[in-house]
C-alpha cells in the first residue's frame, strides 16, 4: 500500500469529512501544519485516490502528563506526535491504516524519534493498541469531539 509525504492542504478533506465534519477546511489548519519538521503522510489506493492520512512532528508529551507516560516521553528531542490520523470509512480494514502507521514510525526513527503519542478517540483504540500503543490515565473529553485516551509507544 503506497504511503507517501504530501501536503497539508492535501490533509484536510479527509480531516473534514472523517474527523471534523461540519467545519471548514479553513478551520482545519492546524498549529504547526506548515512547520519544517512536521510530515504530513497519505495512504493510496491502487487507483491514486488518498485514502488515509496522518501528521508526525516532534513534540514532547504535555507536562501535565508526567507521571503518567513514561519519562522518555518528555524528553526536550526524540518525541514524536501523531495527530489527524484517519482512513476513509470503505477502506478501513483493508490494511491503509496499518501502513500508515508503520509509516509515521519510520519517520519518527529516521528523525532521531525514540518516542510517538497521540490523543486518540476511544472508539480508535483498539486499532493504536494492536500496534502497540498503551492508553494512559483515564478517558478525557475533547470539547465537540468527544472521548480521548492519550496513548503512546517506543518507536
Known sequence: ?????????????????VLRPGKTLDE????GDDHSEC???????????LVGIAT???DPA????RGVMPDEAYAPAG???????????????????RALMESCFDQARAHGG?????????GASEFYRAL???????????DLIGPHYVMGRAV
Do not use: K
Open 62 to 65: 504535555p507536562a501535565e502528563l
Open 132 to 142: 502497540g500503543l498503551d492508553a494512559f490515565g483515564d478517558a478525557f473529553d475533547i
Open 79 to 97: 518525541v514524536f506526535r501523531l495527530r489527524g490520523m484517519a482512513t476513509l470509512p470503505e477502506v478501513r480494514g483493508a490494511g491503509y491504516g
Open 56 to 58: 508526525v512532528f516532534p
Open 114 to 122: 525514540a518516542f510517538l503519542w497521540c490523543n486518540a478517540r476511544v
Open 39 to 49: 510530515a504530513h503522510l497519505g495512504a493510496f489506493d491502487e487507483s491514486g485516490r
Open 1 to 17: 500500500m503506497p504511503v507517501r509525504q504530501i501536503t497539508a492542504a492535501e490533509t484536510r478533506p479527509i480531516r473534514q469529512s
Open 28 to 31: 482545519l489548519v492546524y498549529p
